[in-house]
Antibody, heavy 122, light 106 residues
């Protein structure tokens, strides 16, 4: 069964850091691009960041650029999101998603994790 | 950035209705447009990719059309399990942007 399981969320104070992890199973992780997408409470979907199969191509939303870093460890079938300088508007449910292809242009997100909650508050 | 605008934001409907949701891009995205369904408390699920390609396992009552800047998602006969929020998303140019969502409700 193709599966993505996120972890590492929780409560963080403004200005602090968190690292999200996503472990993949049921498919050849190192063949596919991956994404992080978030959803603030009661709001719509917001793309956060993408990484291609070999980490050679990475993109970020302007709202997180310079504060968040996406990475992957293909040997561990894992995707990460390092979140620094957290702000209140980073509070959201964060989804790890798999791309249909190895590079993320022109494709779609065909597998989604259940999401992990990040709350930024003092 | 490419802006994606969906309409309507909410859509009251009944079982058996034919419903259509539209999505407009702020510039041409050719056919790089995907549709997702999100049921309450669940992760989104892709229904249609490349404007009109129905994903495996998705019922044939769902269909997508359009190209350039104007796209639509149609549900031919609404079922109870279709009451959900639907999002369009462009995959032509980063940042990958979603529409604001259309909530199909009873």
């Amino acid at each position: 069964e193709v599966q993505l399981v996120e972890s590492g969320g929780g409560l963080a104070q403004p200005g602090r850091s968190l690292r999200l992890s996503c472990v993949a199973s049921g498919f050849m992780f190192d063949n596919y691009a991956m994404h992080w997408v978030r959803q603030a409470p009661g709001k719509g979907l917001e793309w956060v960041s993408s990484i291609n199969w070999n980490s050679g191509s990475i993109d970020y939303a302007d709202s997180v650029k310079g504060r968040f870093t996406i990475s992957r460890d293909n040997a561990k079938n894992s995707l990460y999101l390092h979140m620094n300088s957290l702000r209140g508007d980073d509070t959201a449910l964060y989804f790890c998603t798999k791309d249909f292809g190895g590079d993320y242009y022109y494709n779609y997100m065909d597998v989604w994790g259940k999401g992990i909650t990040v709350t930024v508050s003092s | 950035d490419i802006q994606m605008t969906q309409s309507p934001s909410s859509l009251p409907a009944s079982v058996g209705d034919r419903v259509t949701i539209t999505c407009r891009a702020s510039q041409s995205i050719i056919s790089f447009l995907n549709w997702y369904q999100q049921r309450p408390g669940k992760a989104p699920k892709v229904l249609i990719s490349a404007a009109s390609t129905l994903q495996s396992g998705v019922p044939s009552r769902f269909s997508g059309s359009g190209s350039g800047t104007d796209f639509s998602l149609t549900i031919s006969s609404l079922q109870l399990e279709d009451f959900a929020t639907y999002y369009c998303q462009q995959s032509y140019s980063p940042p990958w942007t979603f529409g604001q969502g259309t909530r199909v409700e009873i």
